[in-house]
């Protein structure tokens, strides 16, 4: 098993590629996944630039696998002329296919997953075609992956929360549908991206196998949160900014000007900004600026979503997760007049410190605690509690050190630690410690062949004596 980081959705495409390799092992990442945009490469006809490509490769040295996600976007090689967002068709297949089949012998043999953009179904924002030149295209890609390295795999791009939110017969659902129907043999993996409330993510990856395929291995290619869609009370509040946000072309130096230019994006979120002390705290903590108060709730949720997200995953048989996301894009503030900014500005696990990655929010620690946790894992196993119906048990196969058992109970995702928590019991032999995900140590005792600990809204991880306080803080 390997618990990922997604480095973000570019690299060395908004400014100098930075050092990032060193502080993703710190945190235990087996696993990183990178954005390659074709025109990064390949800038003009047949002239290659493999600056990029180098930087990356230099900073994934470890025992890390990589995944590589590559988009289809360049200002000529395109039906729709861009350098960042929405990829679309190749003009030419053979020239598509001659980019991939020289970034694959670049690498080396070092990356093993390489992925057809992400998120095609998601038209006009991260894929400007239809279904069938999706195929086309996921064929050319795995023909050049299998000519330069037999050994790596092939992931269909990502299938999002656009598809596992909507009904059977959705335009999503319907592309994703005719992908695996007409492309299954040019893809070894499918990629599932995994947002909203953590407690879908069971029901998400039986969409995914039912779309894929039930031999289809699943990989998770993102995963975080908080994010918006997950409160019903925002919704009104952003109905404005939803509906003027746009889904246009956009090219790095088109996405330059418009910081200096008033869009209707940008007056609806400065009108967003302008009623921020009225907004509901599910919304304002997710905003630039907001309280300390609520910005250490959201913290908070995103470290226990990260935990709750993962076990979930690994106990339906996923081996690979990868988390949304290591890091800011570019040193410096970010745009909070970007309705991107909104959905997926907070979920960073690091952030910079000039230009070096030096500082660590409150998810990383709890990263690095469940990575280390479940290092050398070999089985995550959901258990039934029926006289504890909102109690979520998992048993962790360790088998160099003793299984691992992690508790939380179910509660509202903003409130819920408000809430006075629930005694839980279960079997249990010999001594036991604890830590929750935050690596404080949480009291637990032990008689009669049980376990007793206070439960409630954030994760808590149970072990053998001796072992679960390597982790902990006192």
């Known amino acids: ?29 087996g696993l990183v996944r990178a954005y390659v945009y074709w025109g990064q490469v390949e800038p003009h006809p047949g002239e290659y630039t493999w600056d990029t490509v180098d930087a990356l490769m230099r900073q994934l040295h470890g025992d890390e696998e990589v995944w590589i996600t590559v988009v289809s976007s360049s200002r000529w090689a395109t039906r729709t002329p861009t350098d960042f967002l929405p990829p679309s068709p190749a003009r030419d297949a053979a020239a598509y296919g001659e980019f991939i089949r020289r970034l694959v012998h670049r ?178 903590m997710l905003m630039a ?76 620690d709890t990263f690095a605690l469940l990575a280390a946790q479940l290092a050398g894992a070999t089985r995550v196993t959901r258990l039934d509690a029926p006289d504890q119906p909102e109690l979520f048990a998992f048993r962790i196969e360790r088998p160099a050190r003793g299984p691992l058992l992690v508790l939380w109970q179910r509660r509202d995702t903003f409130s819920g630690e408000d809430e006075p928590p629930a005694t839980a019991t279960w079997p249990w032999d010999g001594g036991a410690e604890a830590v929750d995900a935050f690596g404080d140590r949480h009291e637990v005792t032990v008689g009669g062949g049980h376990l007793r600990l206070a439960v409630g809204a954030t994760p808590v991880l149970i072990s053998q004596s001796g072992d679960a306080t390597s982790s902990a803080r006192t």
């Open 1 to 29: 098993m390997r618990l990922g980081v997604v480095r973000g959705v570019s690299y060395g495409l908004f400014g100098p590629p930075t050092e990032f390799g060193p502080q993703a092992r710190a945190l235990g990442a």
């Open 107 to 284: 690498c080396g043999g070092r990356v093993r997953m390489w992925q057809c953009d992400n998120e095609p179904s998601n038209i006009g924002l991260t894929w400007a075609g239809t279904a069938s030149e999706y195929v086309t295209q996921l064929r050319a890609m795995h023909a050049a992956v299998r000519d330069a390295d037999r050994r790596a795999e092939v992931v269909l791009g990502g299938c999002g929360y656009d598809v596992l939110s909507s009904p059977p017969g959705s335009p999503q659902r319907q592309f994703f549908d005719e992908v695996c129907r007409t492309g299954r043999d040019a893809f070894d993996l499918f990629s599932v991206n995994l947002y909203g409330d953590p407690h879908r993510v069971p029901g998400d990856i039986a969409q995914a196998r039912a779309i894929a395929g039930e031999d289809t291995e699943i990989v998770v290619g993102e995963h975080g949160g908080p994010m918006l869609f997950e409160f019903p009370a925002v919704e009104a509040a952003l109905h404005q900014v939803m509906t003027t946000a746009t889904l246009d072309t956009q090219d790095t130096d088109e996405l330059r000007a418009r910081m200096d230019q008033e869009t209707p994006e940008r007056r609806a979120m400065q009108a967003l900004y302008a009623r921020m002390p009225e907004l509901p705290a599910e919304l304002r």
């Open 289 to 364: 600026g907001c309280a300390p108060a609520l910005e250490a709730r959201r913290h908070r949720i995103a470290a226990r979503q990260l935990v709750m997200r993962t076990l979930l995953a690994l106990s339906c048989g996923v081996r690979r997760t990868a988390y949304w996301c290591l890091a800011p894009e570019v040193p410096g503030t970010p745009d909070h007049l970007q309705m991107m900014h909104l959905l997926t500005g907070k979920l960073a696990l690091l952030d910079y410190e000039g230009t070096t990655l030096g500082v660590r929010h409150p998810a990383a």
